[in-house]
């Protein structure tokens, strides 16, 4: 697998997860699960879209405070 595909992968994944965490037709399961699993992706882009989740003032507060969690612990972690 080249560099770029595996780049290709890893965007299309955060797309993914982020489109899952946005979805407020989604259960809130899901979206939680979405959002645990930027965080464990640790990027530098993940961080970016935890953040943006946190300031997203559609999504409901608990959603909103695991998103800035996860994101500090990326922070944290020197990503």
Request: hydrophobic share 35%.
């Given at each position: 697998m080249t560099e770029?595909?595996?780049?290709?992968e890893k965007l299309d994944e955060l797309k993914k997860m982020t489109n899952i965490?946005?979805?407020?037709?989604?259960?809130e399961k899901m979206r939680v699960q979405a959002?645990?699993?930027?965080?464990d992706m640790a990027s530098h882009e993940a961080l970016v879209v935890l953040l943006n989740l946190a300031a997203n003032d559609r999504l409901h507060i608990p959603e909103r405070d695991l998103a800035l969690k996860r994101a500090r612990e990326i922070i944290k972690k020197g990503k």
């Open positions: 770029y595909s595996a780049e290709g965490a946005t979805d407020l037709q989604l259960s959002i645990n699993g930027l965080g």
